[in-house]
C-alpha cells in the first residue's frame, strides 16, 4: 500500500482513494491508518476519529505527511511549532488588557490559512516546556479535545471558535515528555526507522531529484550510482530517518556544481571518487567485536535517533564487595543491574562465591553518552554470567529484553529499529523477548532476512542458547 495523493468526498457512499506514491515511500502501517481516518470522514461527511499523534526518530517524514494529507483532501495546510513553548498564552492568546497583546498560535494558524477546516500540524508536542506562565500542555486539551474544541475560546479574541471541522495532526520525538491527559487525547502511530533498502529508494525517487533542481544541474551532467549511493547510506549517515542523507547528497550537489561551473560537463560519482564529493570524514559505527572476550556481551538499545547497538562490559577486580556502575546509566538500567546480579548469584552460587573481597564493575560504553531504559536486563545477566563461569558469548549474538526477578524476559518497545541496528552491525543472531514477536510485523523484510531472531522467555533460554549452561 502506498500513500494518497488525492480523496474525492463528493461521493455520499465512498471514499475515492487513488493510489500514487508522488510524496512518502514506505510507512504501510501509517499510511494504512491514515486512509481509515480519511475513509470514515467520507462516509460521515464530518471531520470525526482521534487525534493523530506520528511517534518517530528526526527525518522520518512525520511533518511531510501532514502536507500529504492535506494535499489528499483538497484543503489547506498550516504547521504550528511547539517546540520550546512555555507560556499558555501562547496558545490560548493574551486578554486585552495587556500591552503587546495577540491572538494565540492556533488563531494566528487559522488566519493565515484563511479557511476554517484546515489540515493543522501541531509540531513537537513532547517539547512543551513549563513555567509561571503556566501550562502550554494542558492549553492544548481544550484545543484537542472533540467534546470542547466547537467553542474553543481565544482570550484576545473572547469569543468561542469551532475548531472541530480541523484536522490536527501532531508530531513528537517520543511520548515520555507528553503529559498523560494530552496523551489520552490522541492516537499513536508510531513511525519506525527506514532500512537502508529503503533509504536507497528514497534517495533515487526523491531525494537526488530534488537536490539536482535546487542546485541547478541537470541529469545529464551529474551521475550518482547505485553504489555511491549506498556507501554514502552505511558510511556517512547515521539515523533512523533520512534528513542526514538529504545533507550529504545536497553536499555531493554543491561540490558538483563548482566543478561544472569550472568546465567540467559531465561528472559520475562512484564510491572510488566519492571522498572528493562529501564533506568530512565518514562516521564512526560500532560494529561487533571479532573475539570474544568473557564478561562482554552485546546488546540493542533505543534512542531518539534509531537504534544502536551497545556493549555491555563487565570486570571483576580486587576491592571489598563494591558494585562499581560506570557509563552514565539512569535510574532503570541501574536496578536492571540489581536484578541481573541477584539472578546470577541464584543461578551460579559456586562460581560467584564470596563476593566481599571482589569489586564487580559495570560499564557501558560510551561513558560521555547518558543510558537509561528497561531493554537491556538479559544483556546484563548474560554478561554477569559470562564473567563468573569464564565462558565466552559470540559476539555476533545480540539481545534486547527487561528481566523479572523471578527469571521471565518482559517485552521492550523500539523492535524494528534495535533489528536494523544489529544489521548495520554485523550481528547474525537476535534474542528477543517472546511476547515482542508480534511487533516482527513492523519490521522490513530485508531486515528479518538477514538476521535469525529467537524469542526467549526466561533468563535459563538465554543463558542455554548462549552456551553458558547446559540444557
Known amino acids: 500500500m502506498n500513500f494518497i495523493d488525492e480523496l474525492d468526498l463528493t461521493n ?14 514506505g510507512l504501510k502501517k501509517v499510511k494504512e491508518r491514515i486512509l481509515q481516518q480519511l475513509a470514515v470522514m467520507a462516509l460521515k461527511k464530518q471531520q470525526s476519529g482521534s ?13 511531510s505527511i501532514g502536507q500529504s494529507i492535506a494535499k489528499a483532501l483538497g484543503r489547506e495546510y498550516v504547521r504550528i511549532s511547539l517546540g520550546g513553548i512555555r507560556d499558555e498564552a501562547e496558545i490560548r492568546g493574551h486578554r486585552r488588557t495587556y500591552i503587546g497583546a495577540m491572538p494565540g498560535r492556533i488563531m494566528e494558524g487559522m488566519k493565515r490559512c484563511g479557511a476554517s477546516n484546515p489540515v493543522m500540524v501541531l509540531d513537537e508536542v ?13 492549553a492544548l486539551l481544550e484545543v484537542l479535545d472533540p467534546e470542547q474544541n466547537f467553542s474553543f475560546t481565544d482570550h484576545y479574541m473572547n469569543v468561542p471558535y469551532d475548531l472541530s471541522n480541523v484536522f490536527f495532526v501532531c508530531t513528537a520525538n517520543q511520548v515520555d515528555t507528553i503529559p498523560e491527559p494530552l496523551l489520552n487525547r490522541m492516537e499513536i502511530i508510531e513511525f519506525p526507522g527506514y532500512s537502508e533498502l529503503e533509504k536507497e529508494s ?18 545529464s551532467q551529474l551521475k550518482i550510482s547505485d553504489p555511491a549511493v549506498r556507501k554514502v547510506i552505511q558510511e556517512y549517515t547515521m539515523e533512523s530517518g533520512v534528513r542526514g542523507l538529504k545533507k550529504r547528497i545536497d553536499g555531493i550537489c554543491r561540490h558538483a556544481a563548482v566543478r561544472l561551473v569550472k568546465g567540467e560537463r559531465k561528472l559520475s560519482v562512484i ?16 560494529k561487533v567485536e571479532k573475539k570474544a572476550v568473557p ?6 538499545a533505543w534512542t531518539s535517533a534509531g537504534g544502536e547497538i551497545l556493549y555491555i562490559e563487565t570486570k571483576k577486580v580486587a576491592g571489598s564487595g563494591q558494585v562499581i556502575i560506570t557509563g552514565q546509566l539512569g535510574d532503570v538500567m541501574k536496578e536492571s543491574v540489581s536484578i541481573a546480579l541477584s539472578l546470577v548469584k541464584e543461578r551460579f552460587p559456586k562460581e560467584t562465591g564470596d563476593l566481599s573481597k571482589y569489586d564487580l564493575h559495570i560499564h557501558v560504553p560510551e561513558g560521555a553518552v547518558p543510558k537509561d531504559g528497561p531493554s537491556a536486563g538479559i544483556t546484563l545477566t548474560t554478561a554477569l554470567a559470562s564473567l563468573f563461569t569464564g565462558k565466552r558469548v559470540n559476539p555476533t549474538i545480540a539481545m534486547t529484553g527487561e528481566v523479572s526477578l523471578r527469571g521471565g524476559v518482559m517485552p521492550i518497545g523500539g523492535l524494528p529499529e534495535k533489528l536494523m541496528a544489529a544489521v548495520r552491525a554485523g550481528v547474525k543472531t537476535v534474542f528477543i523477548p517472546k511476547e515482542n514477536v508480534e511487533d516482527l510485523e513492523d519490521v522490513p523484510e530485508e531486515v528479518k532476512k538477514a538476521l535469525t531472531i529467537t524469542p526467549v522467555e526466561t533468563v ?6 548462549t552456551g553458558l549452561i547446559q540444557k
Do not use: C, Q, W
Open 202 to 219: 528514497i534517495a533515487k525517487k526523491h531525494l537526488i531529484p530534488r537536490a539536482y533542481e535546487a542546485m541547478g544541474i541537470k541529469k
Open 460 to 465: 535459563a533460554d538465554v543463558l542455554t542458547l
Open 271 to 286: 564510491p572510488a571518487n566519492l571522498k572528493d564529493y562529501v564533506d568530512g570524514r565518514g562516521l564512526h559505527r560500532d
Open 295 to 300: 564478561g562482554i556481551v552485546t546488546g540493542l
Open 51 to 63: 487525534i493523530l499523534l506520528f511517534v518517530g526518530a528526526p527525518g522520518t517524514g512525520k511533518t
Open 12 to 25: 455520499n457512499t465512498n471514499a475515492n482513494i487513488i493510489d500514487k506514491s508522488a510524496d512518502h515511500y
Open 126 to 138: 513532547d517539547k512543551l516546556a513549563k513555567d509561571y506562565g503556566g501550562d502550554p500542555a494542558s
